[in-house]
């Protein structure tokens, strides 16, 4: 659940009347940046979960925080060398990731946004991995020879596949929200800018607005993340700013040939998503080598990352340079 906008206020009502006249595809992201799994089976579900919620008053960030509890739970059920214990942890964090969807399409489909939302929701992942990677390290130094003789070893490859694994979180994230700020403009798209979250962070006071600041302070460091790890995309975005100003004033012939070359783009950065990742861990899980997870994420991931960061800013370039010839 990636939202910009600062507040939106929904009452029970108002989100009743919502779902109602809110069908299933309003729920969407788009077509164009959605995972056939997720719309194989986690959209449908967390559709259900978001008419569920609304019926009975339930919040996005309530769901998020609930997802919290079922993915930690999963993490603890992949400290035990049990099969049974194991799956029991699979189905929690499916459970866990059909509220992370739902989280998202109520807030969608009721217009509850919030920036505090959208860092609750990327948090939210973070604790989930966080306890499954302590779970994997526990279980390989109790159970593997190698590792419970050289048990630096395995924490060393925790701690480096996280770093990596928030790194391609981050940038298919942003790659996403790219795409879609070209398909939809604006009001379709989470993109944000560091420069202005800057600006409102100086508006603030730690005095009397202490939790609004912390979380734009911590928001405003992820974006900048972002921006330093995409700087062809970051050109080509001043560029659009000068000349157009705001996304519906780019022309749509333009914007067309954004998404025909960034679309062949989206299936890697849905691959660097949640539910390959799953798969790999529930693979790796099933095998007995829970290690293997991590040796995935640090040479496959990280390969299609690249592989997709050198592609995305070729094409940036070629549309900067493009632009630049016209003007």
Request: glycine share 4%; aromatic share 14%.
């Amino acid at each position: 659940m990636e939202y910009n906008n600062e507040t939106s206020k929904v009452t029970a009502s108002q989100a009743k009347e919502a779902i109602r006249k809110a069908g299933y595809r309003d729920s969407l992201k788009s077509n164009d940046t959605e995972e056939h799994i997720d719309l194989a089976f986690y959209r449908p579900i967390g559709y259900m979960w978001a008419c569920l919620a609304a019926r009975i008053g339930v919040t996005p960030n309530a769901i998020t925080i609930a997802s919290i509890f079922l993915g930690i739970g999963a993490g603890i059920a992949f400290y035990f060398n049990n099969i049974w214990i194991n799956i029991a942890g699979m189905l929690l964090l499916i459970w866990a990731n059909s509220f992370d969807s739902a989280d998202g399409q109520l807030a969608r489909m009721t217009k509850q946004y919030s920036r505090i939302g959208r860092i609750l929701d990327g948090m939210a992942g973070d604790i989930w991995f966080v306890t499954i990677y302590a779970a994997i390290c526990l279980r390989e130094v109790v159970t593997s020879e190698f590792f419970s003789e050289h048990h630096w070893v395995i924490w060393v490859m925790a701690a480096v596949t996280g770093l990596c694994h928030a790194k391609q979180a981050a940038v298919a994230d942003y790659y996403r929200q790219f795409h879609l700020y070209f398909l939809k403009g604006e009001d379709g798209s989470e993109l944000e800018s560091a420069d202005d979250l800057k600006r409102k962070l100086e508006n603030l006071s730690w005095k009397k607005n202490f939790f609004k600041k912390l979380v734009l302070e911590a928001y405003t460091k992820y974006t900048i993340n972002q921006e330093q790890m995409t700087p062809a995309m970051q050109r080509l975005r001043k560029v659009l700013r000068a000349r157009y100003g705001t996304a519906s004033k780019i022309p749509q012939s333009f914007r067309d040939e954004f998404r025909r070359l960034s679309l062949p783009l989206m299936k890697y950065t849905n691959i660097l998503s949640f539910n390959w990742r799953t798969i790999t861990l529930f693979t790796a899980i099933f095998l007995q080598m829970p290690w293997l997870y991590f040796a995935t994420e640090l040479t496959v991931f990280n390969a299609i990352l690249v592989y997709m960061m050198l592609r995305h800013e070729r094409i940036c370039n070629q549309l900067t340079l493009q632009l630049e010839k016209e003007g």
